[in-house]
Every structure is written in C-alpha cells, then in structure tokens.
C-alpha cells in the first residue's frame, strides 16, 4: 500500500497485512481518532489522510515482504500503518502468524476487521486505531512499514531498541546510513530488510580452548563491528566482524594462527564455536564491565 503526502512525497503506509491496500493516516503525533464509517465504508486511491493521500501497494510486494523476513506461525508481525489490512491478513491466512495492523484512520481499522472475518482470521489479524509513535510495538518479531524516510529516522531509535534478531521490512524507503540486510522487489517495487542487531560495543573477555584468552574492544556501527584485540597484553589482528541479529562473527589472527568465531550474544555474555587449523572448539566471552 502506498500513502503519497499532499506535498508530494511518498509516506506511510505499513506491510505487515494480508490482501488489502494501505491506510493513510498516522503520520501526526497527537490526533483523535473519529467514528468508524458505516459498512458500505470503502477506500479510494489518492483520498487524504492526515498529511498523506492513500495509494495500494501491490500483494504481490505485500508476499514478499512477508518472505524477506522468514515469516512464520511462531512469529508476531506488527504492521505500521495497515491501511486496510492486507499485510496484517496475509501474515495470519499464508503465513500463520499472530499479526497487528496499527492505523490511524478509523474508518481504514473498521475496513480492516471486516476484511479479517471474511478471510477467517480474525483472531490472528487484529487491528487497533491509533498513532505509531505513541504505540508500543516492542513485542513485534516482524516489523513491516512503507513511511516515508523522515518517519523511518524518527522510528529508527526504537526500532534498535527491539530485541536482537526481529527483522523490519520497509517498502520504497531506507533508514538511512543503517545498510538493509537484504534487499528485493516485486512488480518493480523495492523493499528492504534488517536485522535488529545485537548490542556488543565495548571491551570483551573472549576465552577459547587452547589459548590464554583474548581481550577485545569490539566499536560497532549498526550490524558492523570493528575494534582490535591483544593477546598476552600483544595486539593482535581482528577482522571480518558482523552481527546478524543475535549472531556475531569475526577473526582474529594470533601470529599466524587463525580463528574464526562465530556465537550467540545474550546481553554481555555470549558463547559459540571457534575453528582453526587445530580443529573446532567452544569459546565463551563476556563483556568487561557489563
């Protein structure tokens, strides 16, 4: 679904719906919501919203939104934005997963919970009228969004807040200097994926067999991390280090000997696998401090 802002740039407009277009609407901070429309209630291409027009987007994007991010049953997928709910409903009838539209036209939300009962899965696809800035989606694990990249900056913070692992898929728009994960399109539509990354910024204590013991001081950019490490109080060279989600990789060569980690980061311990020419073995770390 597309929302398009009287002044002529794209807005919000969020796929985490089934099999209907987009709702204007949740671009102010502070509005009230007004009466849900009567039955017959039905969305036109190009209506005003609150500072924005109201434009579908392709289901065949709204799909491969979902795919972008491994959508399953176990999932809980949030969509800012859902219009008339076609991502919300297609995340609970193809993908069987517990699924949330937040829209801030009430008229759109009304739409929606037809729509839902019709498909059959209103009580997986549910939806509340109500503003995205002043909603608490911190439970997502599928955040899915088509706003305009001034809005996605605003989120940004509380999206990297979100639990190590939850994927966000954006339709049209970036987030900026934080790189997509992956990116793909349907229909010559474009989306983008990330991955919340973890949180490892700071010194670490990385204990793995056959060593004394690596000191590290990870500095990360999003899901890059760079930094050095020393060995016996000696420097030594660390490279190739990214986060995906929770998972964290990187080398480190100790005089020529080199290892490469890859773990699991849970707050400020983590713990996985090391290999090297000796073979595999575990290691284990913890950050200094944390």
Do not use: C
């Not at 289901?59 to 491969?64: A, G, I, K, T």
């Amino acid at each position: 679904m597309y929302f398009i802002r009287r002044a002529a740039s794209i807005s919000v407009a969020a796929l985490l719906a089934t099999s209907f277009a987009y709702t204007p609407a949740f671009a102010a901070d502070k509005a009230e919501a007004k009466p849900a429309a009567s039955q017959d209630y039905q969305p036109q291409v190009g209506q005003e919203g609150k500072d924005v027009i109201w434009v579908p987007t392709p289901q065949s994007l709204v799909e491969r939104m979902l795919q972008m991010a491994g959508t399953k049953s176990t999932d809980y997928v949030v969509d800012l934005g859902s219009g008339d709910g076609r991502t919300v409903i297609t995340a609970a009838k193809k993908f069987g997963a517990r699924a949330l539209g937040v829209e801030y036209n009430a008229d759109m939300v009304a739409l929606a919970k037809r729509a839902a009962e019709k498909e059959g899965v209103a009580d997986k696809a549910q939806f509340v009228n109500g503003d995205i800035f002043q909603t608490d989606f911190s439970k997502a694990t599928v955040l899915t969004m088509y706003l305009l990249p001034s809005l996605n900056l605003k989120l940004r913070p509380t999206i990297l807040n979100m639990k190590p692992g939850t994927r966000v898929v954006s339709h049209a728009f970036t987030m900026d200097d934080w790189e997509a994960d992956q990116i793909d399109s349907a229909d010559g539509r474009t989306a983008y994926m990330w991955i919340v990354p973890a949180k490892v910024a700071g010194a670490w204590k990385i204990d793995a067999a056959g060593t004394k013991g690596f000191e590290a001081q990870f500095t990360q950019q999003y899901q890059k991390i760079g930094g050095g490490a020393k060995a016996d109080g000696k420097v030594v060279q660390f490279s190739n280090g990214k986060l995906r989600g929770e998972t964290i990789t990187f080398t480190i060569d100790d005089a020529g000997t080199k290892r490469d980690f890859t773990g699991k980061v849970d707050g400020n311990r983590m713990a996985g696998t090391v290999k090297s020419g000796a073979g595999e073995s575990k290691f284990t770390a913890t950050k200094v401090g944390g």
